[in-house]
């Protein structure tokens, strides 16, 4: 099993930072993959981050350049630089053995734990 809390939400106005830090417990191999997802009301849950147990990275194309992904053995964390309004939404931390594995995309069906999320506004 694997735990997972988020911390670091909040409102900035646009153009802002925000670091997003996720707390995580478990076994560690459940948590080679762990990466950020992201949730707007009325549209579906992204992939927006992930990072491998070996340091490497993937990002989504709308925050490649703005977020940059760490993780180390306590959890992981999201740097949000030059937040823009569309980037407001409910942020999630997840993990999974082998969910990062043979795909290129970042899919929350992939996923099997879950924090319960932390909310990002982003003022204009």
């Known amino acids: 099993q694997v735990q997972l809390v988020e911390s670091g939400g909040g409102s900035v106005q646009a153009g802002g930072s925000l670091r997003l830090s996720c707390a995580a417990s478990?076994?560690?191999?459940?948590?080679?993959?762990m990466a950020w997802f992201r949730q707007a009301p009325g549209k579906e849950r992204e992939g927006v981050a992930v990072?491998?147990?070996?340091?490497s990275t993937r990002y989504a194309d709308s925050v490649q350049g703005r977020f940059t992904i760490s993780r180390d053995n306590a959890g992981v964390t999201l740097q949000m630089n030059g937040l823009k309004p569309e980037d407001t939404a409910l942020y999630y931390c997840?993990?999974?053995?082998?969910?990062?594995?043979?795909?290129?995309?970042?899919?929350?069906?992939?996923?099997?734990?879950w924090g319960q999320g932390t909310q990002v506004t982003v003022s204009s």
């Open positions: 990072v491998r147990m070996d340091g």
């Open positions: 997840a993990a999974d053995p082998s969910g990062c594995f043979g795909v290129s995309r970042i899919v929350p069906k992939n996923y099997n734990y």
């Open positions: 478990g076994v560690i191999y459940n948590r080679r993959c």
